[in-house]
Structures are given as structure tokens and as C-alpha cells.
């Protein structure tokens, strides 16, 4: 591709432009957009990293979680088994109808260790688990 020769004022205006942030260049575009009217146009690179940026913000935020037991696998009884060990108030038939009725919620808005903690019991026995 070739490069555009641009004035000196212009090459100062890119190289500031360059050194911007996506939280930056976010607020500058909307700033063109109130004061000229002007549209930015995407390119296949901007997408990519506004998406990124999206799902990093995402991941941050994110502070509790939903186990949600996805199949029981091979070794039901194990996963019934783990599932009693998470969920200790549930008698053997009530986490047997949990188990067989996956997908199903084993725990919801709790912490990401707890989650992992869970998620890590069921899937030692056997079982497929979704963290949401």
C-alpha cells in the first residue's frame, strides 16, 4: 500500500492520533460526529478491536457467575455425587432429577472462585458444566 504524503501539520495531527487510546479515539469520534456531522467509516481492522476491547471490559466486569451443569456424562452417579457436595442441602433423589434434567443451574450469582471450585468438582466426575 502506498504511504500518503501528508503536510507537516497533518503528519503532527496523525502521530497524535496514533499515540490515542480506544477510550480516547471513542470520544473523539463522537465529538466529530456532534460538531461536523461526520460519520466514521469501519474499517476491518476497528471492528476487530472494538470487539476485543468489548469482551476485556466484559471479563472485568464480571464478578459473579452462574454454574449451569451442561450434561452429566458417563458417571452419573459421580456427577449426582458432586453435585451433593456442592449443593449439601439436596437429598440423593432431588440431585439425581437435577442431574438427569441437565442442562440445569447448579448455583447462580456466586463468586468466580466458587464457580471454578464447582465447575472443577463436576467435571472431575465426569459431567460438562457452563460458567455463565
Known sequence: MAETKLSEKLQKIAKELEGLTVVEMAELSKYLEDKFG???????????????ATASADKEEKTSFTVMLASSGENKLGVIKAV????????LMEAKKLVESAPKEL??????????????????????????
Request: aromatic share 0%.
Open 38 to 52: 461526520v460519520m466514521p467509516i469501519a474499517t476491518s481492522a476497528a471492528p476487530a478491536q472494538t470487539a476485543s
Open 84 to 91: 451433593r457436595e456442592i449443593l449439601p442441602n439436596l437429598g
Open 107 to 132: 448455583l447462580k450469582d456466586v463468586k468466580k472462585d466458587i464457580a471454578e471450585e464447582a465447575k472443577k468438582k463436576v467435571e472431575t466426575a465426569g459431567g460438562k458444566v457452563e460458567l455463565k
